[in-house]
């Protein structure tokens, strides 16, 4: 048995011994008629959850449940993108909890109750998630819709909902029994859990006579992952907010523990402070990370994605049939390169009829399947930039004609306060007006989320990412692409630089001085290099859709992303000492 090997075991030996991981996440993807995250924070919460029952983690979630779900799109002919809520019944799906725990809010006591849904992994061990609901009839009518709607409202809402998760969330888990070892927060919003760690710890007396040894004790728990490379990012409350909303005592308290940056109260320093391991979601990211926040130790652990959720039925057959254990054991995808190209094809070929069936049922728009497809498909951001691959139109009309063809399926919604987001949806919208043809198809579809993204990642022939460096902390679309033979083309960004060998998993665009530059690097590739294969040496193609499979499927997923955190953040061989001496005091700063 290998080293590695070995302390998985004893790491997993621990969680059975030591106790349990409590895994916050303000959204998380559980099903995908739950509507209960928003993108890639959600899908990797929910692809975490999946890896750890596979592995037989011990390991209990918390969340909101999120009534309102996060929001339809709706778009018109021109582009304008409209919203709606997206009610759903928790009661209908999960099981109603006991326990009402309450916690203060704004002043006022507000009841909670918890929903319970079992993950239940590929040998046979369960997760739960217990999702936390204030609509009961003893709230004020304001606090019964506090957990009604991911990322909605304003500041005010925002703070009030991660009162309730993150005070709310670990009374719930001790009224239900556990006593969690770990706790880690999965971004900032859950970060004021660390309060409740702190209470829970001083056992009835005051936040106000909390000392060093006491700050010391609560960081021994905590575990922090931070998903985002910019400052304005991360989430931040005025003080005045903080005070009014969390009262004096625990406004006070997080002042004097130095989480509040620029007299603001922020999400990100509170967890920094209460951690004693903090990470970013990909090698580049930590660096970033570390540059932001140079007086933390902060180190990196790459995301993945949950590999039977995102591979298509056809490519899942073809796995079962030749690394029979491959969802057991997610490093067997590395013997991928021993599959056949016809095989590969085969397979690649029912995800992409698949995809075609739904885009005529969706857009009303007919693909051929033997036509050069690729796919552009994540939050409308701004600086994801879906318009970079339209910088000359005429040169992409010209290729299309050269080729025989050439389809673009674009998805992605901006969230309804984002309208820098919707411009770029609506720009991409009149494009595709513009330039389409029989030669040059170019299809929006509308309301992007999980059976979608599948679709689409399962069934083009090419996935491409033209994110502004170096704002993609990780991206994980391009790795469920991956797990379907789909190769990129992508600017170096996220986990991109890490998965990326030139021609052999797909191709980088190359870093140019501008917008121009970039988009004329990703023309250049597809002229010389991807069309030319596609069409031209169609078993040199499959051959590459193949080392995609086995070279970043077997590593870009979240059982190797667990295995990481459970070695590295959970239970390492020696915890880390946090003991009040030898940790830089937190009173100080
Ligand atoms: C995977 C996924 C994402 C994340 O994709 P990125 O590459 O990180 O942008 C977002 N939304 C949905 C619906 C997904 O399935």
Redesign the pocket.
Known sequence: MTETNRSHLSALARSAEDGMVAYFSMEI?IRPDMPT????L???AGDTLRSAADLGLRMVATTLVHRKGYFQQHLDGEGNQTDSSQPWSPEEKLVAEEPIVTVTVEGRSVAIRAWRFDVHGVTGHTVPIYMLDTDLEQNDPEDRNLTDQLYGGDGNYRLRQETVLGLGGPKMLAALGYDPAVYHMNEGHAALLTVAVLEQHLEGRTLATATERDFAAVRERCVFTTHTPVPAGHDRFSMEQAHRILGEECATLLERAGACHDGLLNMTYIALRFSRFVNGVAMQHGKVSRAMFPDYKITAITNG?HAAT?TSAAFQAVFDRHMPRWRQDNVTLRYAIDIPENEVAEAHGAGKKLLMDAVRELAGTELRKDVFTIGF???AATY?RADLFFHDPERLVKMAEQFGGLQILYSGKAHPADQPGKAKIKHVIELAHEYSSDKLKIVYLEN???K???LL?GGVDLWL?TPKRPY?A???????AALNGVPSLSILD?WWIEGWIEGVTGWAIEDREDEAGEAASLYEHLEQTILPLYYQRPEQWQQIMRSAIALNGSFFNTQRMIEQYIVNAYYPESLVDCSAETLEPILSK
């Open positions: 993807a995250y928003s993108g890639g959600g899908v990797l994605v995102w498909a994540r939050r994801k992007y989320a999980w979608l993204g599948a990642t990412n993609e990780s991206g994980t679309s391009g790795m469920k996220g």
